[in-house]
């Protein structure tokens, strides 16, 4: 077969697959539903929020919790419902992608980041921004080494104009990494968000299928819905993603197509990280037994190798626990003579893992 002639059978059959669907929107992760699925975890964040646009006094919120549990969508939802009925602004930034307190005031203000002084940024953005404001700092576990102290988070905290923060991690050591001025004046109220059950994914596959799909897979969403939570940590997103591919392909088989989505949302989330936790999985692929300690070592000597500076013993463990929390490994207490350990067990295939490496250090 020809180049062509595949990319017009391609391009016919995604015609008819495109006539099942109502809105594809639906299947984006960026997605926000009319009616997101209420969960006791949104009460601490409704009521935080509620506060301020009453008060105007701050009340910090810090919401953690796994990939895929519905902290983003949730924050976003109610943030948009205040947004739109009270007289709050909310500035929001991902820290994956501004990852210094100078690139988020540069995004919000939308300049660009060279040119002016931090001090010159905050001092403009307080001048521009008056009355009750709101900063939703995304995936804020992901701040830059380089911005050792989190300034943003101090400023927000000592800033005289009363601005509240409401920071979302998916590490739950990220506080305990804060230096303690900021730790003292943020004072932050903790949310955790726990893991979907099987019941509230199938609800929310329901939902999504309901607005998206013309003919929804009634009978295959329970099966994706226990699939998720027995194997992705609850990971919506996979959940989502398998309906997607489902609704494209009626006749794929569920697990089929539920393991392709698993493996595109593990690639993408690998090849996400930083260098040094890439290291912290390369080595864990390459050391035998895996104990912590072991790819400790091993770890050291692939930074030296790629002349980056490792993590403390101290950072490496509470790294650790981030790797744990997005679902790529799981921490196991094992015993070593007289003594336990914990060994680290991958869970997803090492060839995800060389692909991404090849490509990020050749």
């Known amino acids: 077969m020809q180049i062509k002639d595949y990319l017009d059978q391609q391009a016919a059959h995604l015609a008819k697959a495109k006539q099942r669907i109502k809105d594809f929107r639906v299947f984006d992760f960026n997605y926000i539903p009319e009616q997101p699925l209420m969960r006791e975890e949104a009460k601490p964040v409704i009521d935080g929020l509620a506060r301020y646009v009453t008060t105007g006094i701050p009340n910090h919120l810090l919401i953690f919790g796994s990939r895929g549990s519905g902290k983003t969508l949730t924050v976003k939802y109610v943030s948009r419902l205040l947004r739109d009925r009270h007289a709050i602004t909310f500035a929001y ?14 995004s919000l203000l939308g300049v660009r980041p060279r040119g002016n002084s931090l001090d010159e940024l905050w001092g403009r953005f307080c001048h521009d921004r008056s009355g009750r404001l709101c900063f939703l700092l995304d995936e804020v576990d992901l701040l830059s080494d380089k911005d050792r102290y989190k300034q943003i988070l101090y400023l927000i905290s000592r800033s005289p104009r009363n601005y509240m923060a409401v ?13 303690e001025s900021i730790r003292s004046t943020l004072q932050p109220e903790l949310v955790h968000f726990r893991n979907y059950d099987a019941q509230e994914v199938l609800a929310i596959l329901k939902d999504r299928a309901k607005a998206g799909i013309v003919k929804p897979p009634r009978k295959a969403l329970p099966q994706i819905a226990a699939l998720t939570a027995k194997h992705t940590n609850s990971d919506v997103r996979v959940a989502i993603k398998t309906l997607y591919y489902l609704a494209l392909e009626p006749k794929a088989g569920v697990r089929e197509v539920f393991e392709r989505a698993r493996r595109d949302i593990v690639r993408d989330l690998i090849a996400d990280l930083n260098d040094r936790n890439l290291l912290m999985l390369r080595a864990a692929a390459s050391t035998p037994e895996a104990h912590v300690k072991a790819v400790y070592k091993r770890y050291r000597f692939l930074s030296r190798q790629l002349h980056l500076e490792p993590f403390s013993y101290v950072y490496f463990y509470s790294n650790l626990s981030y790797l744990q929390s997005v679902g790529l490994i799981l921490l196991i207490s094992t015993k070593v ?15 995800t893992l060389e692909g991404v490496w090849r490509g990020r250090f050749g």
């Open 93 to 106: 930034a991902n820290c994956r992608h501004h990852n210094t307190t100078y690139k988020i005031l540069a």
């Open 167 to 179: 920071l979302l991690s998916n590490n739950p050591r990220f506080l305990s990494q804060l230096d």
């Open 337 to 351: 003579g007289r003594t336990y350990t914990n060994r680290i067990r991958l869970l997803f295939s090492p060839d």
